[in-house]
């Protein structure tokens, strides 16, 4: 069975530009989540998605957003790129949404980069 | 805040057991304790978690003590492909997919 997939692996934007971030889950899984990694800050939950709503969100600002598709795809969006937003973006999908005994399984991430 | 602690490294020789440990005093009667490594620029990746009984697969086991507020990963014959760093993580039933991170523990394997 395929792993969850992210794409694109990397990306390099400019400032003020905006970038969407595209996450595949496992198959059969409906719960993605997303995750920001910098050396900083660590890992941090962005939010979360189970059937095609949000159900839970981090502490980041609205520039950050997400939706889920029928298909259980999920995409995230930032607009108006900041320095700061230089990370790696994670992906997560489970099969059994919020019950704590389901795995999450993760993407390798899509690399962002902002100049 | 993490609701774990664990040291912020340790080494193992190639083909011995690395026991990781983790406190989670605080740990509630419905949460689990999950495992995940990350080895550099890979998404984390699931290794095992549990209870209240202890665990085992085909990557680890894991040791959860009786009183639940700690736990140990044991990695039975350490690789060189086990260097990475190793988060424990307690999660709940509480509807949400949300993991709290701490810091982790980077084990560094040496041949």
């Known amino acids: 069975k395929a792993g969850v997939t992210q794409t694109p692996r990397y990306l390099i934007k400019t400032r003020g530009q905006q970038v969407t971030l595209s996450c595949s889950p496992i198959s059969g899984h409906r719960s993605v989540s997303w995750y920001q990694q910098t050396p900083g800050q660590g890992l941090q939950f962005l939010f979360e998605y189970f059937s095609e709503t949000q159900r839970n969100k981090g502490n980041f600002p609205g520039r950050f957003s997400g939706r889920q598709f029928s298909n259980s795809r999920s995409e995230m969006n930032v607009s108006t790129l900041e320095l700061g937003d230089s990370a790696l973006y994670l992906c997560a999908s489970s099969l059994q949404s919020g019950t704590g005994s389901s795995p999450l399984h993760f993407g390798n991430g899509t690399r962002l980069t902002v100049t | 805040d993490a609701k774990t602690t664990q040291p912020t490294s340790m080494d193992c020789a190639e083909g011995r057991a690395a026991n990781l440990p983790c406190n989670h005093s605080t740990i509630s009667g419905n949460e689990y304790v999950y495992w995940y490594r990350q080895i550099h620029s890979q998404g984390p990746q699931y290794i095992i978690h549990?209870?209240?009984n202890n665990e085992t697969n085909e990557m680890a086991s894991l040791i959860i003590t009786e009183d639940r507020k700690s736990s140990t990963l044991i990695l039975p014959h350490a690789t060189l492909r086990d260097t990475a760093v190793y988060y424990c993580?307690?999660?709940?039933?509480?509807?949400?997919?949300?993991?709290?991170f701490g810091t982790g523990t980077r084990l560094q394997v040496f041949p």
């Open positions: 549990g209870l209240k």
């Open positions: 993580i307690v999660r709940g039933s509480y509807n949400t997919d949300k993991l709290i």
